[in-house]
């Protein structure tokens, strides 16, 4: 099987890489089913790189549908290390604008209706996710952003990315709730991949495209779905420029993460005492341990 040490997750409006070459798809399946769609493989500034459409190409997933942990198993085993996901977003803070990107560097869990892990069935495992991105990831990931001198573009490194169930948008009240807990944007998707990333030992961080303000915003009623529409492309052509300036980095000089090993002392059952099907169920993610 082709391996490929990079992967990005492509979110709304970001369906396809233009800029890969020798391109092929790849279907893969899972012991948690099939992924959200073929992952494809190309070649990106002189990187393998793997490329995984997060709703489908098409767009048919809802964010409580997405087959999470089949995505990132899939990515797991075509030898992924590196995560960069694009994800659109809503901004909850005035100085984030529509265009703007962030880097965020903390979750807000918001969610209710989904599974944020590998584990369990007699083998019990417990992260630590104080710092649920990759610094040394998104430290590369912003410098590519200031590298490429984007116009129209303001880069915000860090900040807290609230994930909410969807689909729906919020309310104002939960969208000025939001707000005075000092979070800086809204989706509906990362932060379990970001969990998910890190118990399969994978340096995940998110790339935060700014689509709208969300809806505490006193001129949220002007904002059309056009507008929306139409940052969600321009987004994406930003993205693909500012994914490719990164992986040219992480080709040149991938960083240490502290998710490279985050295993090493989290699993309490003994080995002897997993069930043989779970212990085999997750044999990708755990048998350097046993």
Not at 164 to 180: D, Q, V, W
Not at 227 to 252: E, F
């Amino acid at each position: 099987m082709i391996e490929a040490k990079i992967g990005i997750i492509g979110g709304s409006g970001l369906y396809k890489m233009d800029a890969l070459k020798d391109i092929q798809e790849v279907k893969l399946t899972t012991p948690f089913g099939d992924p959200s769609d073929a992952i494809i493989i190309g070649q990106l500034e002189g990187s393998t790189v793997a490329f995984l459409a997060r709703h489908g190409r098409n767009h048919h997933l809802l964010p409580t549908e997405l087959p999470f942990r089949a995505n990132i198993h899939a990515l797991k085993q075509l030898g992924v290390e590196y995560i960069i996901s694009a994800s659109a977003v809503g901004s909850l803070k005035e100085a984030a604008k529509p265009l703007d990107m962030v880097i965020p560097d903390q979750f807000i869990d918001r969610t209710k209706n989904r599974v944020s892990t590998f584990f369990g069935d007699g083998l019990v495992a417990h992260i630590a996710f104080g710092d649920p991105i990759c610094p040394n990831l998104a430290h590369v990931l912003a410098d590519a952003v200031d590298s490429l001198n984007l116009s129209d573009v303001n880069l915000h490194r860090g900040g807290t990315y609230v994930c909410m169930e969807g689909p729906a948008f919020s309310t104002k009240a939960e969208s000025n709730l939001y707000r005075s807990w000092d979070a800086t944007v809204i989706g509906m998707t990362n932060l379990t991949e970001a969990k998910l990333a890190r118990e399969a030992e994978i340096a995940y961080a998110t790339l935060a495209l700014v689509t709208d303000y969300d809806c505490w915003h006193p001129d949220h009623d002007s904002v059309t779905v056009d507008m929306i529409i139409g940052n969600l492309q321009k987004n994406a052509i930003n993205a693909q420029l500012v994914i490719k300036a990164t992986v040219q980095q992480l080709h040149t000089n991938p960083p240490e993460s502290m998710a490279h090993s985050a295993l090493k002392y989290a699993i309490l059952t003994p080995p002897d005492q997993i069930p043989s099907a779970t212990k085999a169920k997750l044999s990708l993610l755990t048998k350097k341990y046993f």
